[in-house]
């Protein structure tokens, strides 16, 4: 089954505390990406990558970082957390002849 | 730059009735347009997308969009809507050519009312 899984889906941690969600795909997909979902705010593009070692940076990359050393993986990682960082994050991947899948989110809330 | 506009946060409907989501983008480079769906508590799922060809497109469970270059819209609409519709809906946008970018609106949630 085509599918996108992070983990954790749920996180409860402090200020400045590091952390990583990872993202994983099963498609052998190209492109990956990273979103936040704020209400009010829709989906926010953090960072995007086009393929192994190409990553770029979205609409909202402060305070955020990724790698991309597997085609699979593209884990989402934030040195020092801070509470305007809590927010339900996607993490996404297509091919170009594909559509985008979507994983089930990962909601963080940062004290 | 590209940005989208979703006009309407909340939009009430009763059930089997039509209804219309609207979207309106803003772009210096031809675009790929989108409408996803998620419903409560999960991720999105991809409605449907305009890459070319015509303008009208048929997506999932019902759903077309028309794009309408000269007034920069991709509107999303049902002829009869049912409870299971119930859910918010965003409309994204990114240049052609690429899908590096992409901006989604800030969604619209559809209510369908028994």
């Known amino acids: 089954e085509a599918q996108v899984t992070q983990n954790p889906r749920y996180l409860i941690t402090v200020t400045g505390k590091k952390l990583t969600v990872t993202c994983s795909q099963n498609m052998n997909h190209e492109y990956m990406s990273w979103y936040r979902q704020d209400p009010g705010l829709g989906l926010r593009q953090i960072y995007y990558s086009m393929n192994v070692e190409v990553t770029d940076k979205g609409d909202v990359p402060e305070g955020y970082k990724v790698s991309r050393k597997e085609k699979r993986n593209f884990p989402l990682i934030l040195e020092s957390p801070s509470p305007n960082q809590t927010s339900l994050y996607f993490c996404?991947?297509?091919?170009?002849?594909?559509?985008?899948?979507f994983g089930p989110g990962t909601r963080l809330t940062v004290l | 730059a590209q940005s989208v506009t979703q006009l309407d946060s909340q939009v009430p409907v009763f059930e089997e009735a039509p209804v219309e989501l609207r979207c309106n983008y803003s772009?210096?480079?031809?675009?790929?347009l989108f409408w996803y769906v998620q419903y409560p508590n999960q991720g999105l799922q991809l409605l449907l997308k305009y890459l070319s060809g015509s303008t009208l497109v048929k997506g999932i469970n019902g759903f077309e969009a028309e794009f309408n270059k000269s007034q920069t819209s991709f509107h999303l609409r049902k002829p009869s809507v049912h409870i299971s519709d119930t859910a918010e809906y965003f409309c994204?946008?990114?240049?052609?050519?690429?899908?590096?970018?992409?901006?989604f609106g800030t969604g619209t949630k559809l209510q369908v009312i028994p």
């Open positions: 772009s210096s480079v031809s675009v790929y």
């Open positions: 994204a946008v990114s240049p052609q050519g690429g899908y590096q970018k992409v901006t």
């Open positions: 996404a991947s297509m091919s170009v002849t594909d559509t985008q899948y």
